[in-house]
């Protein structure tokens, strides 16, 4: 059975005819070829699928693409402006040297930017448990913790 | 133009893609017309596959092909090799029992492939993968590697009787012997070194492809060494020309070992998309990684060390169990001999040393290399020993090590190796400095007060990486040589590609490697560009692991910029009309000696290109050169890490308050990029400590940690900052002086991990990993005893 899902993904509209156990993540990277947002499990465990959706971050492999009907999603290839200046928490990894490999570097600085809409200003400890829902195996979490605090004093 | 680059914190180049979601990992790549894999694999530990029925599978909707092991036999594939001979102590080489890519009749772990299933999409070739009935004969499985050496445990390999792979052993025995037997003191502890799932985030994929037009196949696959892939499977398994097969290792995400080795569903799908004639993708989910990725560690090793009463090391005796799970994956012998004991003198003098090693084929996923390889096992035998040693002879485990380090360099262990050079001293006393040991006591007694158990832990660490120089190893029973390639080719423009045999996949090599070109060539970062990863790009490769990168590959980088620089020498005697032995090259200059006349390198790059009066019987066109370097010793990174910990006795978590990690990695091209490295091992070794463990049940043969729900990955909130310092000595045998900072971080935290644990819990030892549960439990058990 397929069904019709429409959407917005990166401020612009998209529909697409898909099965229905589509799930929002298979749509992204293979209907929408968004390859940006990535998959790392399969128990909604690691967070590289992270994105947000009405502006909530959510683990986009555990929801159906149905479920993102008239949503508005944004992708780690919507944050950066449109004359490609990146989005503080990017520059913020990226002087803080919080990626590695890079691959669950999508999910985050999808999830670090929602923390701090919840905590403007966290510290250290906030930080680290509101990482709990994304996994990296690179980087030890120090540098990301630390480009996180900084992207949030840049913010002050 | 002094050095700009080198030492200096330069931002990653790779950050700008990989932060926006324009990376290019495997999974990425759709190709026109391809089709979906699933594997069909065992539910069972250990079966007979008494048949395997396909007729409702073949019917399902968009089925392309379907293959088992029986197709595979009869296309004569072989099974996959192990590249690493080890000779046991017998004299004979080690039981090496076929590896088949798809199982023929029988499985042995589960997890194994039974069948693999290609469709139009990926949830179609799901659909038919659960059609495909397999009519399975348990059989009993056996999980532990001392269980399965034991007279009548369950047989895996008709070649290998009593599940041995081999009995081996390194040192001298006798010597050992003779010293214990003057010991003024003997510490003795039997440790398991926990079973670890490397679980880069990325999982394994592969996206394979036949061309009818040239009769050639492209293999994109997350792997670390594309060259070595390509030859494996090339020469030993599939037996198709090298020539006509492309292999990529795109973007990968992370590898600690586990993408080294050559899996069986590279090969299976290589071949098969010839039969389909489409391209065939295949990325594991999460759970199949857990099943079928290498995995780690699982060592039982009793070991002894003797001290006379100053508490000097006389001897140590070492016995170890090591599991190779159901298959010999491609490093494997090699880990828990050749990687593990000769690292057995660790910092120290001792004189005499002696390690047999017996390992043993199980019912589970094949163990071969994770990050560190066989030295983080020697590490936490070694520095768990000294530690409790110490504190059985009331010495200060600080002192105990001074007492016993290596002082003088080169020095030749009683374990193969020699160290060129280092100063463990200087790392033991700046970590001594940082992690504030003076304070130690104060903060126990504060700790106290609130009812909380303090302890403080070392770890001395030493390994050998730059792998390998390959006439040591080649005695040592590597079936190849492991030299590493480089090539430099400068544009008309004076602009270089750098095209390098080593293997990027989290480690900044297109940063670090290309800071080390621009200062070479005395040209701007930006003119150069680093090339990994594709076997038609480069000429060849033994690849990434080991921390050899920058030891071995940018050494063959520099010797091929070398040439470069050589052969523009030339070009610049005859465009200045001076002598070539004239002529000196620096900052990016060529200049005649003693003069103000010179020419820029991107002058000379051009004039080689523009040779219109070249005398061509002395100078041909072109600036291209390459080169391949074998390494003439192994590189000898060192250090002291210090732990603090706090444990809560109500509930048995552990807090890690301090860590501080001094390391010894000789010359630093990017400091920023080392600590992330170190960051990142130190926390796979605390996980180690802390987290993570590989659990089969003994009954069953299943793995019971299968997912992340189950298997305990570090998570920021598990884990501390990190104070880190390097003090470095440079490697006395490469033109860099580096000595590679890969697996430091987890090599030496695990045993500084659990010596600050077993100090806070005034015990003797406790098995990594130390979950709350276990450790509260032994508390429970030890205030019982006091009430006793
Ligand atoms: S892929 Fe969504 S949480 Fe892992
Ligand atoms: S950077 Fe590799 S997993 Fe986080």
């Known amino acids: 059975m397929t069904v019709k899902v429409s959407l917005t993904v990166n401020g612009k509209p998209a529909a697409a005819e898909v099965e229905e156990r589509t799930l929002l993540v298979s749509f992204i990277r293979e209907t929408l070829r968004l390859t940006g947002t990535h998959v790392g499990c399969d128990t909604a465990q690691c967070g590289a699928c992270t994105i947000h959706m009405d502006g909530q971050a959510v683990k986009s492999c555990n929801i159906l693409a149905m479920q993102a009907e008239g949503k508005s999603i944004t992708t780690i290839e919507g944050i950066a402006s449109a004359d490609g200046t990146l989005h503080p928490m990017q520059e913020a990894f990226r002087q803080n040297h919080g990626l590695q490999c890079g691959f669950c570097t999508p999910g985050m600085v999808m999830s670090a930017i929602d923390m701090l809409r919840h905590y403007p200003h966290p510290d250290e400890a906030t930080i680290r448990a509101e990482l709990d829902g994304n996994l990296?195996?690179?980087?030890?979490y120090h540098n990301i913790v630390k480009a996180i605090q900084a992207a949030s004093q840049a913010s002050a | 133009m002094a050095t700009p680059y080198i030492g200096v914190p330069v931002q990653r180049r790779e950050d700008l893609r990989f932060?926006?979601?324009?990376?290019?990992?495997?999974?990425d790549l759709t190709l026109p017309h391809q089709t979906h894999a699933v594997f069909v694999r065992s539910p069972h530990a250990h079966a007979r596959i008494r048949s395997i029925k396909l007729e409702r599978a073949r019917a399902a909707a968009g089925v392309v092909g379907i293959f088992t092991g029986a197709d595979v036999a009869a296309a004569k594939i072989n099974g996959l090799p192990c590249g690493w001979l080890i000779t046991g102590n017998d004299g004979k080489p080690m039981n090496e029992p076929a590896h088949p890519i798809l199982a023929l009749d029988t499985v042995r772990h589960a997890g194994d492939g039974v069948a693999v299933v290609i469709a139009e999409t990926l949830a179609q070739a799901r659909d038919a993968a659960e059609q495909v009935e397999v009519d399975y004969e348990?059989?009993?499985?056996?999980?532990?590697?001392?269980?399965?050496?034991?007279p009548g445990a369950p047989l895996l390999h008709?070649?290998?009787?009593?599940?041995?792979c081999y009995t081996w052993d390194i040192g001298d025995k006798a010597g050992v012997d003779a010293a214990f037997a003057r010991a003024a003191h003997v510490t003795t502890l039997e440790f398991v070194n926990n079973r670890l799932i490397p679980n880069a985030i990325e999982p394994r994929a592969v996206n394979a492809s036949y061309s009818r037009a040239d009769d050639s196949y492209t293999l994109y696959v997350a792997n670390q060494n594309p060259h070595v892939e390509r030859l494996l499977m090339c020469a030993f398994v599939l037996g198709l020309p090298e020539h006509k097969v492309r292999v990529v290792a795109p973007d990968v995400g992370g590898g600690f070992g586990s993408k080294i080795y050559l899996y069986a569903e590279d090969v299976v799908l290589t071949w098969a998309s010839r039969q389909v004639n489409r391209p065939i993708k295949w990325t594991a989910d999460r759970s199949e990684s857990f099943l079928s990725d290498a995995h780690g560690r699982d060592h039982h090793t009793k070991a002894q060390l003797a001290l006379d009463k100053d508490g000097q090391f006389l001897a140590l005796r070492v016995n170890t169990t090591a599991n190779l799970g159901a298959y010999l994956s491609t490093f494997a012998s090699a880990v828990p001999t050749i990687l593990y004991a000769t690292l057995l003198a660790g910092q120290y003098a001792t004189p005499v040393i002696h390690c047999e090693v017996t390992a043993a084929f199980t019912n589970t996923a094949p163990v071969d290399a994770y990050r560190g390889a066989g030295r983080p096992e020697a590490t936490y035998v070694v520095e768990r020993m000294v530690e409790t040693a110490a504190r059985e002879m009331g010495i200060d485990p600080a002192a105990i090590r001074r007492r016993n380090f290596i002082r003088s360099f080169p020095y030749q262990t009683p374990v193969a190796l020699m160290y060129d050079i280092g100063d463990y001293e200087a790392t033991l006393d700046r970590a001594i400095e940082l992690a504030d040991v003076a304070g130690f006591a104060t903060r126990r007694s504060?700790?106290?007060?609130?009812?909380?158990?303090?302890?403080?832990?070392?770890?001395?660490?030493?390994?050998?990486?730059?792998?390998?120089?390959?006439?040591?190893?080649?005695?040592?029973?590597?079936?190849?040589?492991?030299?590493?390639?480089?090539?430099v080719r400068v544009h008309p423009t004076g602009k270089v590609t750098v095209f390098t045999g080593s293997h990027s996949h989290g480690q900044g090599h297109e940063t670090s490697f290309a800071q080390v070109v621009a200062d070479r060539l005395g040209i701007s970062m930006d003119d150069v560009e680093i090339v990994h990863g594709d076997t038609s790009k480069v000429l060849f490769g033994m690849g990434t692991y080991g921390s050899r990168s920058l030891a071995v590959g940018g050494t063959a980088i520099i010797k091929a910029l070398d040439k470069v620089v050589a052969k523009g020498k030339k070009i610049a005697a005859h465009l200045l009309e001076a002598a070539e032995t004239d002529i000196e090259f620096a900052d990016g200059q060529f200049k005649v000696a003693g003069t103000d006349r010179s020419k820029a390198f991107a002058e000379i790059a051009l004039t080689a290109y523009v040779p219109h009066n070249f005398p061509h019987d002395k100078l041909e066109p072109g600036l291209n050169e390459n080169a391949f370097y074998d390494p003439s010793n192994f590189t000898f990174p060192a250090g002291t890490y210090i732990c603090e910990v706090e444990v809560d006795p109500e509930t048995g978590a552990v807090n890690i308050e301090r860590f501080v990690a001094v390391d010894d990695f000789g010359n630093i091209i990017n400091p920023m990029i080392v600590e992330g490295q170190v960051h990142g091992g130190l926390v796979q070794g605390l996980g180690q400590a802390l987290n993570e463990c590989g659990v089969y049940d003994s009954a069953s043969g299943q793995l019971t940690t299968g997912t992340f729900m189950d298997y305990c990955m570090p998570r920021a909130d598990d884990m501390p900052s990190f104070k880190v310092a390097t003090h470095g000595t440079a490697c006395?045998?490469?033109?860099?002086?580096?000595k590679g900072c890969g697996e430091a971080g987890a090599i030496g935290s695990p045993p500084a991990l659990m010596n600050a644990?077993?100090?806070?819990?005034?015990?003797?030892?406790?098995?990594?990993?130390?979950?709350?549960?276990?450790?509260?439990?032994?508390?429970?058990?030890?205030?019982?005893?006091?009430?006793?």
């Open chain 1, 136 to 140: 990296c195996r690179c980087t030890g």
């Open chain 2, 19 to 27: 932060l926006t979601g324009a990376g290019n990992y495997t999974d």
């Open chain 2, 138 to 150: 348990v059989l009993p499985a056996v999980v532990d590697a001392v269980a399965a050496l034991a």
């Open chain 2, 158 to 164: 008709e070649g290998a009787p009593g599940n041995r």
């Open chain 2, 446 to 487: 504060q700790s106290q007060a609130r009812g909380k158990l303090r302890g403080l832990g070392y770890a001395c660490y030493i390994e050998a990486c730059g792998i390998a120089p390959s006439s040591v190893a080649g005695a040592l029973g590597a079936r190849a040589g492991l030299f590493e390639a480089g090539e």
């Open chain 2, 732 to 738: 006395t045998h490469n033109p860099l002086g580096v």
């Open chain 2, 757 to 788: 644990l077993t100090d806070a819990l005034g015990v003797a030892d406790f098995a990594m990993p130390a979950t709350p549960q276990r450790i509260w439990a032994t508390l429970q058990s030890k205030q019982q005893r006091k009430a006793a």
